[in-house]
């Protein structure tokens, strides 16, 4: 058992050193969690406000993301569409196309 606990300790030391994080230059605003806890209503006005996400932390570690409903949604929309471009471009190397007639026919049958 005390071996197991030693791999997991290991292990887990390998995985912190290895996680991708985003780095924090992409964040106007970093705010401890205990800020947040002081004044919530103040970092969720300071994210509404500058229009981008605000990186929490806890301990001098990244825990979360605050972000503005209004910038979640804008990027919720743009991953949606960037997905379906990419399910386009596959669909078509993978030869799943249809010429302009068929596309008018099948459209014209549901009509």
Do not use: W
């Not at 005390?2 to 970093?30: C, W």
């Not at 806890?58 to 804008?74: F, R």
């Not at 929309?77 to 399910?87: I, Y």
């Amino acid at each position: 058992m005390k071996n197991y606990k030693k791999e997991l300790k290991k292990l887990g030391r390998a995985f912190q050193k290895t996680r991708v994080f985003m780095p924090i230059s992409h964040f106007d605003k970093v705010v401890a969690l205990s800020e947040l806890k002081q004044n919530p209503a103040k970092v969720v006005r300071l994210s509404k406000i500058l229009h981008k996400p605000v990186l929490l932390t806890s301990k001098g570690q990244d825990v979360a993301v605050l972000q503005g409903l209004d910038n979640y949604t804008k990027t919720a929309e743009e991953l949606r569409f960037v997905k379906a471009v990419a399910t386009g471009l596959s669909d078509i190397a993978l030869g799943h196309t249809l010429s302009l007639e068929e596309t008018c026919k099948l459209l014209i049958d549901e009509s």
